[in-house]
């Protein structure tokens, strides 16, 4: 069965540091999203992607943030100068399209900041 | 804007006891609700879902009625296994199937033998 995968499954880094989380979608799909979860909170959306631009971003996803499709494939997420509190767990997850409303979820890259 | 309010964790059970973990929500317009389930050491997956009011999502023995009266999608399984042990997570979307998923806080499910 396809599925959404993430790489690394735990980083851990230093403070002021840059971060990039990779997710590899659905090859079919064709939008794409980047939610987050800080321990013991609500899974929140940072952003969507669809036609190679961001179609929807909340007010996490500051100028510190950025998304990339660089070959296709790949679907990247990049703090550029992470904080402690960007510590979390960061799922990726992708969607055909159409009414469907199921999205298929990565098994999450857990970023940890010292 | 968008919210979804989930019975807090954890919650711990026998097996085959009777299961409900409460979801309510608030939105404008007409929602899709979901329930996806996180098990240890996965990413999380659909378990269910309702389109429009009194639709009911069923999968793997769970049930949840989307009830526009009460903003709610409680989830329910009459006899759980300790194979349910897992994380629930109530969501919502916009109408049109392809908007960003709003989540609860998740509900730790823990089911003993």
Redesign the interface.
Known sequence: EP??T?TPSHQVTQMGQEVILRCVPISNHL?F?W?R?ILG?????LV?F?NNEIS?KSEIFDDQFSVERPDGSNFTLKIRSTKLEDSAMY?C?S?A????????????SRLTVL | GDSVTQMEGPVTLSEEAFLTINCTYTATGYP?L?W?VQYP??????LL?A?KADDKGSNKGFEATYRKETTSFHLEKGSVQVSDSAVY?C?L?GS???????????TRLTIIP
Do not use: D, I, M, P
């Open positions: 599925e959404v993430q939008y999203y939610y979860q909170q609500k899974v929140e959306f969507s669809y929807e799922f997850a969607l399209g159409g009414n469907t409303g199921e999205l298929f979820f990565g098994e999450g | 899709s979901f996806y050491g996965e990413g999380l997956q659909l879902k389109t997570f969501a979307s049109f199937g392809n908007e960003k998923l709003t989540f609860g806080t998740g």
